[in-house]
């Protein structure tokens, strides 16, 4: 190996005298090439004694000129890089020359490049030291060169070099501290480019968010610095940062959230203020003066009070738009304060959503606000009448944009009007709030239960059309006592009214998600209040004065008998007094006395099931009532043949049998028996 290399050097010494035999030159250094690199292969174990033996060699092959033999030299660094693991003094001395010595052969500066990224990442040095790196700035169409070699390698191991030294070097041209012979503009230029155009990756983004953070604190904190200088600094580093945001989101606040730790003495803090503010999103690092920590530590602090400050301070940010904080961090503290255990923490966060409603869509509005209704506990804590109070006026009240932009003037409309689905998601949600289970007019729920109803949430879908006027008038006729009853039964008429009379698709969707409630397990006492007026509405919307619409009919007893199979321990062995029995036979929905019992029995916290099964059993006398023949069904026949029937005949023949057979199975007990009589004079 040593004859070779020497053989290289004296005889590209003498062809150096001789320039019209290159051709022979360049067989014989690419025998020098192709012999090197397949003995190094080849080797099991490279000793530092072979490696010190060639670097001379290298060295030599670095500093020429022609090109053959540098790119002969790149391969053999290449090869001695992975095959062994060289001291940092060698690995520091071959870097600086590849790096000096890039330019003096355009040709093959890519070449060098890559040689000098195998170096890097194989040996990882600790430091190559400030030297070489003017000399790298210098290469021409560095960045250019670096991006192309990045869409196939790794060439992290350079920028993690170059990094830490441009941010300096950055800094010591504006102070002019800089001894160089170069252009400062040039690192500049240069650490623009690599974050536009390279990605930076393995971390990189990170350290480089670090070292912007971590040089300008430390050079701002020196003593008796010039405030020139320092406006210079925010100057140059304003568009560094701003584009590490753009391109890295969730970088730089990684960043800066591991550095509020260190922030104590108010030196500090008031130059961390003076370095986030050169950010988007830097309003949220912000110091607030009354809980001595930034606003996005104080919006999650573990003390309610901290919490409200911060929201209230975000508050101030949204309407004075005095603070540089990216969108997406209001909306997302916004939301998350929603869900607040502190309800004075809720209702500022709803007053801020208020004032940030137009960057929310309508379903995460919508979302949002119906889930303050379903962590409500009117009965436990009067302060949710407040909180859902104006999470009722900025659902009704919200507004969007036309879709149009092209419309010279912005046209505004409700956004719940605008989508029927919307609409009919509210409506469904809001009904348990909307039910009446409380008479004192003074207590959290009826006042609830009104301000629904004169909200503008009537106005939102056809099925609540005329509440407002009726619940009113129920509250103005109804002696005491007697309030709960009158006014379900009344919405019950007015629900189902209002379905009967829409139209068959609106009718469709309305039951169907009227339906989807009523299916799921009902836990609180407005939610099984809720069920049992839902499962009455839905029995009245199985036939109009004439006819029964069975696809309706069909899956609201599927419904009642999924309700009341899942009771038949219970439905099968009450015990309902005699007197009751006649209300069985008669065809005029559940008497009023049993809402007013079933609440009050509710409100006990006994016989819960016992309760729901009493209206069951009225839910289904009420059923037998709903279902009315079909025009086309046979009567007085002895024998019917479903392959004969039409539809509507056969759908009703399947309901008359799964009725019967429903009834059949609890013939024990007498009101089931006398449910079969009614059933049998009905039908």
Aim: with cysteine; aromatic share 8%; hydrophobic share 45%.
């Amino acid at each position: 190996m040593d004859f070779i290399c020497s053989l290289v050097t004296k005889s590209v010494k003498v062809f150096a005298e001789h320039p019209g035999s290159s051709a022979q030159l360049r067989v014989l250094l690419t025998f020098y090439a192709s012999t090197i690199v397949s003995a190094l292969v080849a080797a099991e174990n490279l000793s530092d004694n072979i490696v010190a033996k060639l670097f001379p060699y290298i060295q030599k092959g670095l500093k020429s000129s022609l090109p053959d033999y540098r790119a002969a030299t790149y391969m053999i660094i290449c090869q001695i890089s992975v095959k062994v693991t060289m001291e940092d003094t060698f690995v520091n001395s071959l870097a600086s020359q590849i790096i000096k010595t890039l330019t003096r052969i355009p040709s093959l500066i890519k070449d060098g490049l890559g040689c000098l990224i195998v170096l890097l990442q194989r040996q990882k040095p600790e430091s190559l030291g400030k030297k070489p790196f003017p000399h790298l700035c210098k290469v021409p169409d560095l960045i250019t060169l670096l991006q192309g070699i990045s869409e196939t390698y790794d060439i992290s191991p350079l920028l993690r070099y170059m990094l830490p030294h441009l941010v300096v070097s950055i800094i010591s041209h504006v102070t002019g501290e800089e001894t160089e012979e170069i252009d400062g503009q040039i690192y500049r230029q240069l650490l623009e480019a690599i974050l536009t155009n390279i990605s930076l990756k393995n971390n990189l983004d990170h350290l480089l968010a670090g070292l912007l953070f971590e040089e300008y604190i430390s050079y701002s904190s020196q003593e008796e610095i010039d405030s020139n200088k320092i406006s210079l600094l925010n100057e140059q580093f304003l568009p560094f940062i701003r584009l590490l945001e753009s391109r890295y989101p969730k970088t730089l606040d990684a960043v800066l959230e591991e550095h509020l730790k260190e922030i104590t003495d108010l030196k500090k803090q008031e130059l961390f203020h003076q370095f986030i503010s050169l950010s988007t999103s830097g309003g949220k690092y912000q110091f607030l003066a009354d809980s001595d920590t930034s606003l996005m530590l104080s919006l999650n602090h573990p003390l309610a009070p901290v919490r409200l400050l911060a929201v209230n301070h975000l508050r101030n940010i949204m309407e004075t738009s005095k603070e540089n904080i990216d969108e997406s961090f209001i909306k997302e503290a916004v939301l998350t304060r929603l869900g607040d255990d502190s309800l004075d923490v809720v209702l500022s966060a709803l007053h801020a959503f208020e004032i940030f409603k137009q960057h929310f869509s309508s379903e995460v509005t919508v979302s949002h606000l119906l889930n303050l209704f379903r962590r409500a506990e009117l009965s436990n804590n009067r302060e949710w009448f407040k909180v859902l109070e104006v999470a009722t006026d900025v659902l009704i009240k919200e507004e969007i944009l036309s879709e149009n932009d092209q419309l010279s003037s912005q046209v505004k409309e409700e956004i719940l009007s605008e989508n029927d689905q919307l609409s009919s998601q509210v409506v469904v949600h809001l009904l348990p709030f909307m039910v009446i289970d409380n008479d004192d007019m003074e207590s959290a729920e009826m006042k609830m239960a009104v301000y629904l109803s004169k909200s503008g949430i009537c106005s939102l879908h056809p099925i609540l059309r005329g509440w407002k006027e009726a619940l009113e008038n129920v509250i103005k006729s109804t002696k005491p006592g007697e309030l709960i009853g009158v006014a379900n039964q009344k919405m019950i008429e007015l629900l189902a009214g209002n379905i009967n009379s829409g139209g068959p698709s609106s009718m469709l969707k309305m039951v169907d998600d009227l339906i989807s409630v009523a299916e799921k397990e009902s836990f609180s006492l407005k939610q099984k209040l809720t069920f049992h007026i839902i499962m009455a509405v839905l029995v009245s919307c199985c036939s109009s004065v004439k006819e029964t619409h069975f696809p309706f009919a069909t899956r609201v007893f599927s419904l009642l008998q999924k309700k009341i199979k899942k009771l038949e321990s219970v439905i099968t062995t009450l015990d309902i007094p005699s007197e009751w029995h006649f209300e069985l036979m008669m065809d005029r929905g559940t008497p009023l006395e049993l809402w007013t019992h079933y609440i009050e029995q509710l409100k006990t916290v006994q016989r819960l099931a016992v309760e729901d099964s009493v209206l069951l059993v009225f839910a289904l006398k009420n059923f037998i009532h709903a279902l009315k023949a079909p025009k086309s069904f046979p009567k007085g026949d002895r024998w019917w043949n479903p392959e004969q029937l039409q539809q509507d005949s056969r759908d009703y023949l399947r309901l008359l049998l799964g009725l019967f057979e429903l009834i059949l199975s609890g013939a024990d007990a007498v009101h089931f028996r006398v449910l079969m009589k009614l059933f049998i004079k009905v039908h």
